[in-house]
């Protein structure tokens, strides 16, 4: 099983981060954390190491509704929240790289039947917010 969902969009990558925010918003994920590791990178291993990787960040999306349900079911899913979503470009890319985790991961790690239903939900939601982001592409081309 592939453990990512890949796209890749024309958007500069400040822009990119915005509206995939703003697509995980529209499937009702809240950011709970935003994790810029091209500056970890330069703050903790010199410019260099920061121009080398390019633009990078984490988001931490969380669908409270679904997070519910899957600690409820397996407190252990906690693990595995909230779901990452990365945003990259590498210095000489002319694409920005959208990653969402494949929440299906969880049914794979928990014996709770109910993880499966989670899992199809917030696989559902990630995917049509990947999905309106290609749309956009898209209709910019």
């Not at 694409?95 to 989670?118: C, D, F, G, K, R």
């Amino acid at each position: 099983m592939n453990y990512a969902h890949t796209i890749t969009i024309s958007l500069p990558h400040e822009e990119a981060v915005s509206r995939v925010k703003q697509e995980l918003a529209n499937q009702g994920f809240g950011v709970l954390s935003e994790i810029d590791i091209h500056a970890t990178f330069e703050a903790k291993l010199g410019v260099e190491s920061a121009q080398t990787l390019g633009d990078y960040v984490i988001l931490g999306a969380c669908n409270p509704l679904l997070a519910e349900q899957a600690l409820a079911a397996d407190p252990d899913m906690g693990l595995l929240l909230p779901c990452n979503v990365v945003i990259r470009r590498s210095p000489s890319a002319h694409t920005t790289t959208v990653q969402a985790i494949n929440p299906q991961t969880m049914v794979q790690l928990s014996e709770a039947p109910e993880i499966q239903n989670v899992a199809d939900h917030a696989d559902e939601r990630l995917l049509a917010a990947l999905a309106a982001l290609e749309g956009e592409k898209a209709a910019n081309s």
